[in-house]
């Protein structure tokens, strides 16, 4: 198995966690990742430290309490693939957050070095903008959970769907130069699922100097580590694939370079 491929365990650990990466665990600096499946009734408590949140309920429904604020029976997604906008709970660094499942279901928390600089606060359907991305066969949807334009220390995050038999994160695209106003150093995860479970797809995580090239075959519930690189990923005919993707760096942009070679793609893809 690739060293960038993180599995989620069978099983949750007594605290419903099935996925757990760290700066340190991914040997970088900013990026931290956990997914938790928890039962009707479970509660997951946690403080945030030195990190930021974004607590995405990727399915179920739940009432989350912070420091600052609460909310009840947040969440209408009952499965991922359903395709609508996630709820989602921002908490500043120096929180604290609780989790009450009042359904089964899924949660993601995204992590990275915060501030302290805004307050905890929801993050509904109606907030996260949606748009579809590409063309033809490199067509996508999006949903953008917590983009630059809204308020965070360092976190961004965001979902795309991927239709059966089509590329997204395409044309490869990579983010590993701090290099504004043109391109910005991101650390990035992708968290896949794939409908129907068992499925798969596939990633390819590569330089231009091929130091790096890997092509990964991911099953449902793995998580992609990309330190640098170009990043795109397929999804075979009969499965769609789903993945939520966590960026952060000291400056709080996402400006991107797409590969030379194939960025000749998207034109002909729009000009269809």
Not at 33 to 50: C, D, I, N, R, S
Not at 194 to 221: C, W
Request: charged share 20%; aromatic share 10%; net charge negative.
């Amino acid at each position: 198995m690739s060293h960038l491929i993180v599995p989620s365990r069978l099983s949750p650990d007594i605290n419903g966690n099935v996925l757990t990466i760290t700066p340190e665990s991914a040997n970088w600096e900013y990026v931290g990742f956990e997914v938790y499946q928890l039962k009707q009734g479970q509660q997951l408590q946690k403080e945030t430290g030195e990190q930021e949140a974004c607590l995405v309920l990727l399915s179920g429904r739940a009432n989350v309490h912070t420091h600052q604020a609460s909310w009840s029976n947040l969440g209408q997604r009952m499965n991922i693939f359903e395709k609508t906008p996630p709820y989602a709970v921002y908490v500043p660094a120096q929180g604290r957050y609780q989790v009450e499942a009042v359904t089964d279901m899924e949660l993601a928390v995204c992590l990275a070095p915060g501030k302290g600089t805004y307050e905890a606060r929801v993050i509904t359907p109606e907030d996260i903008g949606v748009e579809i991305r590409g063309a033809g066969n490199i067509e996508r949807r999006i949903h953008n959970i917590l983009p630059e334009q809204e308020p965070a220390d360092s976190l961004l995050v965001v979902e795309v769907f991927t239709p059966e038999g089509h590329w997204s994160s395409y044309p490869p695209h990579k983010h590993d130069q701090d290099n504004l106003p043109h391109e910005s150093y991101l650390e990035e995860t992708y968290y896949h699922r794939i409908n129907p479970a068992h499925g798969f797809a596939v990633q390819r995580v590569y330089t231009d100097d091929r130091s790096l090239d890997e092509t990964m075959t991911l099953k449902d519930g793995d998580a992609v580590l990309v330190p640098k690189g170009y990043h795109p990923v397929s999804a075979p005919p009969g499965y769609e694939v789903y993945y939520l993707n966590v960026m952060a760096s000291p400056v709080r942009t996402w400006k991107f370079t797409n590969d030379p070679d194939h960025e000749w793609v998207m034109e002909k893809a729009k000009s269809r």
